[in-house]
């Protein structure tokens, strides 16, 4: 059955496209040197950025979301220190995140994830 409308076409394709896939509809690799680059980048600028010791825990990760108005791949990023989880989310793929794109650090006391609440990335 072929969609009714523009929108339900759009939202056809939507959910027809892989995860793995650029916007170009290429296949990229999450262990490709430079995404692994980007991961990188993205974990040392946010351990300056909020000032986190050596030893603070910090995940970075690309994923993908296939709702409708979310961002097809979003960066996802969480940091643990003195006992609490700290998490926020970039709209963009990892490789296209600049340093000014993180949280200002006067911002930290708000990234806070209280005990408790249900994450489903972190």
Not at 2 to 13: I, Q, R, T, W
Not at 24 to 41: I, K, Q, T, V, Y
Not at 52 to 59: D, R, T
Not at 94 to 119: H, Q, R, T
């Amino acid at each position: 059955m072929s969609p009714d409308n523009d929108y339900d076409s759009a939202l056809s394709g939507w959910f027809a496209r892989s995860p793995d896939s650029g916007d170009d509809g290429s296949l990229r690799s999450p262990s490709s040197p430079e995404h692994l680059a980007a991961l990188g980048r993205v974990r040392e600028w946010t351990r300056q950025r909020f000032k986190l010791p050596g030893e603070a825990a910090i995940l970075v990760s690309e994923v993908a979301c296939n709702l409708p108005g979310c961002p097809p791949l979003e960066t996802v990023v969480a940091f643990w220190e003195n006992g609490k989880r700290y998490h926020f989310k970039l709209f963009k793929r990892v490789a296209e995140v600049a340093y000014d794109n993180l949280p200002y650090a006067w911002m930290k006391e708000s990234l806070v994830i209280p005990e408790g609440f249900g994450c489903e990335c972190c």
